[in-house]
């Protein structure tokens, strides 16, 4: 009677099944993960203090506003609307070649007592990033029976594509911003100065002419 001897197995054969199990494992996993919930992000805002975005003004809506058009025009900004209790207005920056900013600063006045001789001035901006895109196209030309020939130059297509926007909420930003409204408030002897050709009193940081 002849015995037969089982042979023992290659080790590249013994690992083969391990390496498919690891696999089957990673993918099943992969899979799993991109079915999973995901994570609600927290709120951004926390309503801490309501003096960062307003300010008192002893005039009234249509004054402050009227104020604030003329506060934003003395820095150069384009005036989208100008009502008797609205202001907003846009400025464009470029602080690099390919990078556009774009900052909207909008100011709503509202009547703070009954009289109408106080208002509440809300203003808020909001701060735009574009950056510059180049998509290359090759060019073609198409001729009768010879059909589309491929010159040996390309044209590129430039495109600003936004990449970033935010609420401004540094303090100090607004506080300027309302400091600057307030010089342009008239009071009643400013206006009876103005109306009698005497126009307005020097700005405090400038010297008299």
Known sequence: MAYTFAQPLPKHMIQRPS???ALGALSLALLTGCQLPRQPLAPQE?????STYSRSFGASPSETCEA?????LSQGYLINTAT??????RKNFQPAVDTHVQMEIRVVCAPETRSGKSTLGFVTAQQDRFSLKK?????SLGVGAVGTLSLPFAASDDS???IGSET???QDFYERLFQLINRFLLDEDEEERQQDGGG?????DKPAA
Do not use: E, M, Y
Request: aromatic fraction near 2%; hydrophobic fraction near 45%; avoid cysteine.
């Open 19 to 21: 390496r498919i199990l």
């Open 46 to 50: 926390h309503f801490d203090s309501s």
């Open 68 to 72: 604030a058009r003329r506060a934003l």
């Open 160 to 162: 600003l594509v936004r």
């Open 168 to 170: 401004i909420a540094t």
């Open 200 to 204: 307005r009193p020097p700005h405090p």
């Open 135 to 139: 998509s290359a196209t090759a060019a």
């Open 84 to 89: 008797k209790d609205l202001v907003d207005g």
